[in-house]
């Protein structure tokens, strides 16, 4: 890549590279305590994401259930755009942050944006299943449509969203959040700002990075 262009491959940790994930022993809470977690994730989920433009992103739901969030801290974000959208050549095929407060950063971008070029909003939950390959090891499989109107030409807006949660086998916590398609795609120029942001909350500085200053992977 040529150390020219403005664009770097964004990989954003919200972790310090100092500090590894620590690997935890699968057995550290019970089958029992383990089933009970990845059933808070998946009420908080079909209870919350209808809501999403109202409340934002919700953590948990069941204060008294004693679990401070349904998320793992170091949780990672990923999508893939189409490559229909001929994104520049040294623009990142993958958008992929990391750890708890980018993944709140990245939702709180998108309810904002959404928000600043369309009025009312509104998430519909079309499908949630849980799909299990073993004990320990489950996925939630999530459709939603998104719907709103232009402010701007007042215009019907729709995008039908398909992820996939993955929680983690010691702890039942989702720390894998891939969003796996997006129709229509976001335009680049959203993508971009989504780019853009999180790399200023994680303290990269573009203009350096276009000069050359700053290339790679960045940790916070």
Known sequence: MSSSSPYFPLYISGRPS???TPTI?????????WNLRAGEAVYTLRTTLPNFFETGLVSQVDEDYGLSSIYAPNIRLTYTPPTALNLPSAFPKTLQVEGLPLYHASAAFIRHTLSAFNTELHVDLCKLQVHSTGARHRQILVRTVVT????ISGSHNEWDVHSTYTLSPALALIDLHVVESIHPAPHITFYDGLRGALARMAGIDVDRQASGGMRGCVSL
């Open 18 to 20: 100092s500090s590894p």
């Open 148 to 151: 709103g109107n232009s402010r």
């Open 25 to 33: 022993d699968p057995g550290s809470i019970s089958d029992d305590e």
